[in-house]
């Protein structure tokens, strides 16, 4: 773990003034989910498929160059699907069902198929959320969470989260350097005996960090709610560039039903 | 390793979106149970410490690293509830900033990590923790067992969704196996590093540990003053 910029969680976003940037929050959550949930819905097996991920794609690259987002961007997002690769390659060795001969080797139809549709839906759901992600500050995510009725006391949960992922963060990044610099290497489980202890504190600290933070919140008058300005109304004009996505992207899938 | 978007079909993905709501909204009300009116700033505390440490690499043997799933950890630190909320918050901001599984599949993602590994973990430590005796090592022992128990379990309820709404034809046995093989290697790492961290957080502040609290009034350790001035409340 090393000190990003911005912090540990904001180390995704991009400073930007771009018309995604501007969108309200709770917008762009309704947008990226609901894009989410049509490529999910997207039938693998239809003939039409390949075309309509083209679309997807076109749809999401273009919000992405609206968003001021570099392709290496998105590329680096794309390391966390690293392990549902392996598991996709894997998928057309194990699954059953009417055998194919590709390049000598027998691999099998319906699984193919289906390593095709999970890799192809998951990029481009991590591609919509990496967009997110970059245009949209973690405070900002959790006041559209809050407008779209997440419950008080789980907004102000994920509130304290991300106030202070950075400073437990902080913490044990410096335990790291006290510990690299005394000469630890760690390379087998022996290691637990000084890691364990070291999480141990981690927790400690963090929880006692908690009741001081709760009693100065007393001390200011807190009484379980956090108390948040009105929300302003939102204009017709940002609902349809917010769901410009996801309208686009069901159009794609229903002149795929229609016409495939 | 989080389930991604389209892994798993739409009824399935719903229904386990249900389920994650149901267990959520159970667990705000029995956290309130746990922590009171701190609930919030405590819970957040605790979610930001099971961030951090899922991002310590353990080694784990043979030049291979894991990192906690915590599921486990957390409950017997905070108790299940208060656990079940952190870990939801932990998976849902990384499925927002990072990308790291679904938006769709996150009710998946909860139901399996939180609310599957939290009460297999929990149900099991507390049974041990009624049959053996009132000790450190049996509550060590019991975490462990927990702890381990709680990731192959998990895996097999994944590749049980997935039978029912995977969109590969697979082999289920086949797959159950493989995924409940490598799972109980990590069980096996996670009840080490959930072990090693009980037992130092037990050592320096007990009354911290939730699951520990009859081995406090067994071993009628000196209560530590509260923090929390009686005036102050």
């Known amino acids: ?260 | 390793m989080h389930v991604p978007d389209g892994f798993l079909d739409a009824p399935t993905s719903a229904a386990t979106a249900a389920v994650a709501a149901g267990g959520v909204a159970l667990a705000l009300r029995g956290a309130r149970r746990e922590l009171d009116e701190r609930t919030a700033p405590l819970a957040g505390l605790t979610a930001a410490f099971v961030f951090a440490v899922q991002m310590v690499n353990f080694p784990v043997g043979a030049g291979t690293s894991g990192h906690l799933m915590g599921g486990l950890l957390a409950a017997v630190l905070v108790g299940p509830w208060t656990a079940v909320l952190c870990l939801t918050v932990v998976l849902g901001v990384q499925a927002l900033l990072f990308a790291d599984g679904g938006l769709t599949a996150l009710g998946t993602n909860v139901t399996l990590l939180g609310l599957v590994a939290v009460a297999v973990g929990w149900g099991v430590f507390r049974l041990l923790a009624r049959l053996l005796p009132t000790t450190r090592g049996g509550v060590l022992t019991a975490a462990g067992v927990g702890a381990f128990l709680s990731v192959p379990v998990a895996a097999l309820v994944f590749v049980g969704l997935f039978a029912v709404g995977g969109v590969a034809d697979v082999p289920v046995g086949t797959v159950a196996a493989a995924m409940g093989g490598v799972h109980v290697l990590i069980g096996l790492g996670e009840a080490a590093i959930t072990v090693a961290v009980v037992g130092a957080v037990l050592a320096v502040r007990p009354d911290l540990v939730h699951g520990a609290r009859a081995l406090r009034r067994a071993t009628l350790l000196a209560e530590r003053p509260a923090s929390v001035p009686a005036g102050a409340r």
């Open chain 1, 1 to 260: 773990m090393t000190a990003v910029h911005g912090g540990v969680l904001g180390g995704a976003y991009l400073a930007g003034s771009s018309p995604v940037h501007r969108l309200e929050p709770h917008l762009k959550l309704v947008a990226v989910l609901g894009f989410a949930l049509v490529v999910v819905a997207t039938p693998v097996h239809a003939p039409w498929a390949w075309a309509a991920y083209g679309g997807y794609l076109a749809l999401v690259l273009l919000a992405a160059a609206v968003a001021g987002v570099r392709p290496a961007r998105l590329a680096r997002g794309l390391a966390i699907e690293v392990p549902f690769v392996l598991f996709a390659v894997l998928l057309p060795f194990v699954a059953q069902g009417p055998r194919v001969q590709v390049a000598g080797l027998a691999l099998s139809e319906s699984g193919l198929v289906a390593a095709g549709g999970l890799l192809a839906k998951a990029t481009l759901s991590v591609l919509a959320a990496v967009v997110l992600s970059a245009s949209t500050e973690p405070r900002a995510l959790v006041t559209g969470l809050e407008r779209l009725r997440l419950p008080s006391l789980l907004v102000q949960i994920l509130t304290f989260m991300i106030r202070y992922a950075d400073v437990v963060g902080g913490e044990l990044h410096r335990m790291r350097v006290a510990r690299e610099s005394r000469g630890f290497v760690g390379r087998n489980l022996s290691a637990l005996r000084v890691l364990g202890p070291a999480a141990g504190s981690l927790f400690v600290r963090s929880y006692e960090r908690g009741e001081r933070v709760h009693l100065a919140m007393l001390s200011r008058g807190y009484t379980g709610r956090i108390p948040g300005a009105p929300a302003a109304a939102v204009p017709v004009q940002a609902w349809l560039t917010a769901l410009a996505l996801p309208l686009g992207a069901a159009a794609v899938l229903a002149s795929g039903l229609l016409l495939g």
